[in-house]
T-cell receptor
Framework: AQSVTQPDIHITVSEGASLELRCNYSYGATPYLFWYVQSPGQGLQLLLKYFSGDTLVQGIKGFEAEFKRSQSSFNLRKPSVHWSDAAEYFCAVGPGGYNKLIFGAGTRLAVHP | DGGITQSPKYLFRKEGQNVTLSCEQNLNHDAMYWYRQDPGQGLRLIYYSQIVNDFQKGDIAEGYSVSREKKESFPLTVTSAQKNPTAFYLC?????????????FGDGTRLSIL
């Protein structure tokens, strides 16, 4: 079955520290992978996406993610976290050429000053 | 600027009442989606539509209904049959010409029971 797992429900980091949010997926073919961010009471904003090619993708707000096929992972990273990065982050996988997305349960990020 | 507009931002439902959530997009996208979001459960797909006058049930369609009479609009009705409607509802749209296109989201409607 197709699924997305975000193992960490909550993560707390200090401002200026590095960040890595984990995402593992289960999918039978080459997936399309996405990371979205959601601020409280808001919709989801796309941070980055991976379809093919270079396995390290750059996104907005200084985020990057690396696709590792052997580990079925698509972890999100940021070298130095800002207080404004506090939000909930969702990883999603899409069947190639189709319209539905499968979302993980999300990781809530808190940033300490 | 193009985008997705959901209204109202907050909505209250009485027992036995149907309520309709509005979703309008001016992105010229063919596909539209409704998701329900509950704490700790991520997003669950309620209904989706790939083209005008056509829509399909998602994973949790019971107690909900939709219509797609215009490309720009995809309203969701939460019927009295939905016994636990309190949630945050998100509408999304996507261009379908290229299979790689991501979904774009509105700012959501929070529905509560009176």
């Amino acid at each position: 079955a197709q699924s997305v797992t975000q193992p960490d429900i909550h993560i707390t980091v200090s401002e200026g520290a590095s960040l890595e949010l984990r995402c593992n997926y289960s999918y039978g073919a080459t997936p399309y992978l996405f990371w979205y961010v959601q601020s409280p009471g808001q919709g989801l904003q796309l941070l980055l996406k991976y379809f093919s090619g270079d396995t390290l993708v750059q996104g907005i707000k200084g985020f990057e993610a690396e696709f590792k096929r052997s580990q079925s992972s698509f972890n999100l990273r940021k070298p130095s976290v800002h207080w404004s990065d506090a939000a909930e982050y969702f990883c999603a996988v899409g069947p190639g050429g189709y319209n539905k997305l499968i979302f993980g349960a999300g990781t809530r990020l808190a940033v300490h000053p | 600027d193009g985008g997705i507009t959901q209204s109202p931002k907050y909505l209250f439902r009485k027992e036995g009442q149907n309520v309709t959530l509005s979703c309008e997009q001016n992105l010229n996208h063919d596909a539209m989606y409704w998701y329900r979001q509950d704490p700790g459960q991520g997003l669950r797909l309620i209904y989706y539509s790939q083209i005008v006058n056509d829509f399909q049930k998602g994973d949790i369609a019971e107690g909900y209904s939709v219509s797609r009479e215009k490309k720009e609009s995809f309203p969701l009705t939460v019927t009295s049959a939905q016994k636990n409607p309190t949630a945050f509802y998100l509408c999304a749209s996507r261009a379908t010409g290229d299979g790689n296109q991501p979904q774009h989201f509105g700012d959501g409607t929070r529905l509560s029971i009176l």
